[in-house]
């Protein structure tokens, strides 16, 4: 039994021939024993300036197997394909990690523009509503200028005392102001006023329709003994021709003596 000490060098190779001799069986590198010499050392450095594809092994029972040989077998083969596919899978894992990363940055961007969008949105909303409490005050205060400009105006022509009675005689006349579709009159009740004489009895007067220009005529029914001078409130209820506004006026009147009566006085 021998063992080959010829090595061989190849370009990133180096494999020694440690093939044994086993029951006549000889080194397929080194060739027989009954070789010269110098044969088996040539056949020796030709063999083994070769890659290496295997080499002889005895078994338990001697005889030789040949096995894969070579720089790297099956296990290293395995080992390194586990280490690259380890490698990708972390570079894998690592582009993941950057990709979810930047997922993440850019879901805080456009959650933080979506919250400034909500409360520009919010500002928006105040200042529309704003401008809507803005246009109904100025609404109203157009209303309040048409209905001052379209209010009705009246004016006492004459307030005379009565000759011989508890009465006092009124003329009023509308001067300006829209039309209107009714009026009522009432006087204030004081120690001197009892109250307008309608008809028969003592209570509110009704005007109909009426407008600028259009004059009326009330009595007023005074105390027994009133003192002098009266002064007497009378308040005049208009409502438009529309019928959706009303006006509240009131005029002062104070009656003067004239020691007659008119006999010409009429009533409306």
């Known amino acids: 039994m021998f063992r080959c000490r ?11 021939c440690v093939t044994p ?3 006549g069986r000889t080194c397929p590198r080194l060739g027989s024993r009954q070789q010269p010499l110098r044969d088996r050392v040539v056949r020796a450095a030709f063999c083994c300036s070769r890659p290496s594809t295997g080499e002889w092994r ?13 720089i790297l077998d099956a296990g290293d083969w395995i080992s390194l394909s586990s280490g690259a596919i380890a490698g990708v899978a972390a570079g894998i894992a690592v ?31 105040e200042a529309a509503q704003q401008q809507v409490a803005i246009m109904a005050r100025q609404l109203a205060y157009q209303a309040e200028d048409r209905a001052q400009a379209d209010a009705p105006k009246f004016e006492v022509l004459s307030a005379e005392l009565s000759y011989g009675s508890n009465e006092a005689r ?4 509308q001067t300006a102001g829209t039309e209107l579709s009714s009026v009522t009159v009432t006087a204030r009740h004081s120690a001197n006023i009892r109250g307008l004489i ?3 009895g003592l209570g509110a007067v009704h005007w109909g329709a ?5 004059v009326y005529k009330l ?20 409502r438009d021709a529309t019928g959706e506004r009303t006006w509240r006026r009131t005029l002062t009147v104070t009656p003067k003596d004239t020691g007659a009566w008119d006999n010409g006085f009429t009533f409306k």
């Open 21 to 23: 001799s086993v029951e």
């Open 6 to 16: 010829v090595f061989h060098a190849g370009p990133g190779l180096v494999s020694p």
């Open 170 to 173: 009124i003329t009023v006349a």
């Open 58 to 70: 005895s078994t338990k029972r001697g005889r030789h197997q040949k096995h894969t040989g070579g």
């Open 198 to 200: 309608n008809g028969d």
């Open 95 to 125: 582009w993941q990690a950057r990709m979810a990363k930047r997922s993440a940055a850019a879901a805080d961007r456009q959650v933080v523009a979506a919250e400034q969008q909500v409360a520009a949105a919010q500002q928006q909303a």
């Open 210 to 214: 009426t407008g600028p220009g259009c």
């Open 219 to 238: 009595r007023m029914s005074l105390a027994q003994n009133f003192d002098r001078p009266v002064h007497a409130v009378l308040i005049l209820e208009c």
